[in-house]
């Protein structure tokens, strides 16, 4: 399984963003996808995630509301929407694919990361 991550860049705070995760090769194990971030100098963070039957889960209460998990499964294209973006949300966001929920545990495939600026 290939992960392509795009549709990071730079904004100014307030703005929007919607990440895109392509996911190409046998996703026969994949039950869920999801996203992840990590801040300079900051462990990797969860943020969402959306299994296979299109049930969707959010970390910390700060991401809830503002981010947006998505999918198209026809495309197994998997989607971050980002609103009202803040200078603390710059990181670099990674996709993730995985057998399970958790990472670490069975298949699991990452995404190269794409990097989010937001100036004040």
């Known amino acids: 399984v290939q992960l392509q991550a795009s549709g990071g860049g730079s904004v100014q705070a307030g703005g929007s963003l919607t990440l895109s995760c392509a996911a190409s090769?046998?996703?026969?194990?994949?039950?869920?996808m999801g996203w992840y971030r990590q801040a300079p100098g900051k462990q990797r963070e969860f943020i969402a995630l959306?299994?296979?039957?299109?049930?969707?889960?959010y970390g910390a209460d700060d991401v809830k509301g503002r981010f947006t998990i998505s999918r198209n499964s026809a495309e197994n294209t998997t989607y971050l929407q980002i609103e009202d973006l803040k200078p603390e949300d710059t990181a670099v966001y990674y996709c993730?694919?995985?057998?399970?929920?958790?990472?670490?545990?069975?298949?699991?495939?990452w995404g190269q990361g794409t990097q989010v600026t937001v100036s004040s």
């Open positions: 959306i299994s296979r039957g299109g049930v969707t889960y």
């Open positions: 993730h694919a995985g057998m399970s929920a958790t990472p670490g545990i069975g298949p699991e495939y």
């Open positions: 090769g046998n996703m026969i194990h994949i039950n869920f």
